[in-house]
């Protein structure tokens, strides 16, 4: 019976020193992704005490990533922090001038479509691609390209994001949050 109480013990320890690593490691993660010390979400010494702001809003982001990676993206590669943090507290914003020149070459060919044109230019300049990319030249309309498919993929994420957060915290997402000017969006620090 000893032998048995002894085994039980040690895995149980085991299963402490184990949960304890996976928890480090995740902190470092989003230490890593945000840029910032633990103390940032965290009271020094009280590791556990949920009195900063920061802290429950991490736990918000923690189970929206959790949601994108079940929901919109299962079967995709998961996203974590890094994907839109990038060592900043807050994720990049697309820069007006990127989408604003592409729209201006293109002014003549969304004439008649002006809110297409900004559309269009947002995804490009997000993904730093050309119409091409998603589109068969010469028949726009086609949803015969793998990269127009994916498209309809992210779009469930724009009303998945929305779920975590209150009025007064809700972040206004674009695709460049996660792509930052790349065709797929960088999922871990490299």
């Known amino acids: ?13 085991a299963g402490i020193a184990n949960a304890q690593d996976e928890a480090q490691a995740r902190m470092r993660l989003w230490s ?15 590791w ?27 079967g995709i590669e998961p ?11 807050r994720p990049a914003r697309l820069p007006r001038p990127l989408w604003e020149g592409i729209q201006s070459a ?9 809110d ?9 300049a997000s993904l730093g691609v050309e119409c091409s990319h998603c589109h068969e030249a010469g028949n726009w309309t ?10 309809e993929k992210m779009q469930p994420i724009f009303d998945e994001i929305p779920k975590y957060f209150d009025e ?3 972040p206004t997402t674009q695709c460049f949050m996660c792509h930052q000017g790349g065709p797929t969006p960088e999922r871990v620090k490299r």
């Open 79 to 89: 996203i974590t922090c890094w994907t839109c943090h990038r060592g900043q507290t």
């Open 168 to 170: 007064t915290r809700r």
């Open 48 to 74: 556990s005490d949920p009195s900063k702001p920061v802290f429950q809003f991490a736990q918000r982001m923690m189970r929206m990533v959790n949601g994108i990676n079940a929901g919109p993206l299962k």
């Open 142 to 151: 086609a949803t015969t390209k793998p990269a127009h498919a994916m498209v």
């Open 116 to 124: 297409r044109a900004l559309a269009m230019s947002v995804y490009s």
């Open 106 to 114: 293109h002014s003549t060919d969304f004439a008649s479509k002006p």
């Open 1 to 13: 019976m000893r032998f048995i109480i002894a085994i039980a013990a040690v895995l149980l320890a």
């Open 32 to 46: 890593t992704s945000l840029g910032v010390q633990c103390v940032h979400c965290h009271v020094e010494d009280a």
